[in-house]
């Protein structure tokens, strides 16, 4: 015991108390990996609603370049150009 600090019993962390540390750490990681895959959802239908309307977009324009311009790129596409 002479290798402890000079604390006070109180100050001793319990299984019990690491038990309850442990739930809510999880708790945290569980909700942080919802958040993560919600976004990955967005992210892969925003791309794909964009590589389409891009193809489009190029298989027309060959034809009516003059008449078809591009759109401005879906807010959510910033990122993953």
Do not use: N, Q
Request: proline share 5%; charged share 25%; with cysteine.
């Amino acid at each position: 015991m002479e290798h402890l600090p000079p604390v006070g019993w109180a100050d001793v962390a319990t299984k019990d108390d690491l038990h309850h540390l442990e739930v809510r750490l999880d708790d945290r990681m569980d909700r942080l990996d919802s958040r993560i895959d919600a976004i990955d959802a967005r992210l892969s239908v925003c791309s794909g609603v964009a590589a389409i309307a891009y193809a489009t977009i190029e298989r027309y324009s060959a034809s009516s370049a003059a008449l078809v311009s591009l759109p401005r790129m879906p807010d959510c596409m910033r990122f993953i150009t």
